[in-house]
T-cell receptor, first 115, second 110 residues
Framework: GAVVSQHPSRVICKSGTSVKIECRSL??????MFWYRQFPKQSLMLMAT?????????EQGVEKDKFLINHASLTLSTLTVTSAHPEDSSFYIC???????????FGSGTRLTVV | QKEVEQNSGPLSVPEGAIASLNCTYS??????FFWYRQYSGKSPELIMS????GDKEDGRFTAQLNKASQYVSLLIRDSQPSDSATYLC??????????FGQGTRLTINP
């Protein structure tokens, strides 16, 4: 089955620093990957759609300069949280779909804590 | 109106009983519907997908879709304590993005 690997699973960083989260499709090529954020006891909120070889599409209200997305290959998308602040602390999850298939596979998520 | 709506619960069901989870969606052209299970602190995992009207069964799980009523449901038979989790309904939107409901917290009581 389709597997999406996300790394790191947990990260603690200081305010003002940047954090990079990686999302890899291990056994399939993903032209599109999605980045979600989830706050405690809330549902997943789509942040952006990452397209291989082109700019990401951000959802309304998501700062593109703060959440930098790079999708340089068909198997890797990265999310960089720049100048992180405590309010950026959240659970970040990526997902990918196999081209031509409506199924979506999720990574294991990254718990970001900004202190 | 939210694109995907669920009763947030919590829903409590005795062990061995049937748990019924409901979801409605607003976009009539939606074609793909998914149920995910999420344990606390973990990522969602796909339980069922359904694309056409009617029932789809997989083990103890049955997904039901009624496009005319814009309604999707998930039935869990012979509920087990390990089924206790948050269940997320998701719908594939026009832009091929997965839109989630707010989730229903299910507790199975031994």
């Amino acid at each position: 089955g389709a597997v999406v690997s996300q790394h790191p699973s947990r990260v603690i960083c200081k305010s003002g620093t940047s954090v990079k989260i990686e999302c890899r499709s291990l056994d399939f090529q993903a032209t599109t990957m999605f980045w979600y954020r989830q706050f405690p006891k809330q549902s997943l909120m789509l942040m952006a759609t990452s397209n291989e070889g082109s700019k990401a599409t951000y959802e309304q209200g998501v700062e593109k300069d703060k959440f930098l997305i790079n999708h340089a290959s068909l198997t890797l998308s990265t999310l960089t949280v720049t100048s992180a602040h405590p309010e950026d602390s959240s659970f970040y999850i990526c997902s990918a779909s196999i081209t031509g298939n409506y199924g979506y596979t999720f990574g294991s998520g990254t718990r970001l804590t900004v202190v | 109106q939210k694109e995907v709506e669920q009763n947030s619960g919590p829903l409590s069901v005795p062990e061995g009983a049937i748990a019924s989870l409901n979801c409605t969606y607003s976009d009539r052209v939606s074609q793909s519907f998914f149920w995910y299970r999420q344990y606390s602190g973990k990522s969602p995992e796909l339980i069922m997908s359904i694309y056409s009207n009617g029932d789809k069964e997989d083990g103890r799980f049955t997904a039901q879709l009624n496009k005319a009523s814009q309604y999707v449901s998930l039935l869990i038979r012979d509920s087990q304590p390990s089924d206790s989790a948050t269940y997320l309904c998701a719908v594939n939107s026009r832009a091929q993005k997965l839109v989630f409901g707010q989730g229903t917290r299910l507790t199975i009581n031994p």
